[in-house]
């Protein structure tokens, strides 16, 4: 592992939550959770593009805000997982934009239960 990202291995247990398309323009998105939302661990994935990464976001159901700093995900690589275990995730927003001219990939965004 390199700072906050690493190379992309075999995942087990994880499951995708929210993609992204990545294109020239920056953009913001969200993912809103329903109760069904018991995750230990989230995650960051870059596929296809390095995507540097302006900001992240987890907003719990206590009505608390986690800011994340990841700045650049190499393409292939992923960001650590954060631990979130106790704390029910409602939403997760990321605000980013491709290093590349053209669509070439997703941001992806990763739970493990």
């Known amino acids: 592992m390199n700072g906050w990202w690493a190379r992309i291995w075999s995942t087990p247990g994880w ?7 990545l294109d020239r323009s920056a953009a913001r998105n969200t993912i809103v959770l329903g109760r069904d939302n018991d ?3 989230i995650k960051l994935r870059s596929r296809g593009a390095d995507v540097d990464v302006h900001r992240w976001t ?3 159901e ?3 805000i986690v800011d ?3 700045n650049r995900l190499p393409e ?3 960001s650590r997982p954060i631990t979130i275990t106790g704390r029910r995730l409602t939403g997760v927003a990321v605000e980013y ?3 590349h001219d053209t669509w070439l990939g ?3 965004v990763w739970a493990q239960r």
Request: cysteine-free.
């Open 39 to 41: 995750f230990r661990l």
């Open 68 to 70: 994340l700093s990841v």
């Open 58 to 60: 987890l907003a719990l």
């Open 76 to 78: 292939g690589t992923e």
């Open 15 to 21: 499951q995708k939550i929210g993609a992204f398309a």
């Open 62 to 64: 206590d009505g608390m």
């Open 97 to 99: 934009r491709s290093r």
């Open 106 to 108: 997703r941001l992806e």
